[in-house]
């Protein structure tokens, strides 16, 4: 199995920046593509920005410019650095990853538990 630890949401105000990390632990292999979501209360979960294994960076019209995601491939790790945060921005944010367990090229998707971000207007 494969877990994924998020860490560093909280309270902000607007204009702020907060920085979200996720470590995946457990049987890896590799690691693909790996991203954040997130979900705003009474919302479904919206796909915020993805980062592919060799560096390939995505990212949802609504945070481009203000959000930045980057990885550490050795480390296992993702992050999400937010800035010029806006009270839209509240959400529960997880982590995916896109995972391989052996050599066996059949990709697992796992998701963290999720870490509140609330920005106060």
């Known amino acids: 199995q494969v877990q994924l630890a998020e860490s560093g949401g909280g309270l902000v105000q607007a204009g702020g920046s907060l920085r979200l990390s996720c470590a995946a632990s457990?049987?890896?292999?590799?690691?693909?593509?790996m991203g954040w979501y997130r979900q705003a209360p009474g919302g479904q979960r919206e796909y915020v920005a993805t980062v592919a294994s060799g560096g390939v960076t995505t990212y949802a019209d609504s945070v481009k410019g203000r959000f930045t995601i980057s990885r550490d491939n050795a480390k296992n790790t993702v992050t999400l650095q937010m800035n010029s945060l806006k009270p839209e921005d509240t959400a529960v944010y997880y982590c995916?990853?896109?995972?391989?367990?052996?050599?066996?090229?059949?990709?697992?998707?796992?998701w963290g538990q999720g870490t509140q971000v609330t920005v106060s207007s």
């Open positions: 995916k990853a896109d995972v391989l367990r052996s050599i066996i090229p059949r990709p697992y998707e796992y």
């Open positions: 457990g049987s890896i292999f590799v690691i693909n593509t």
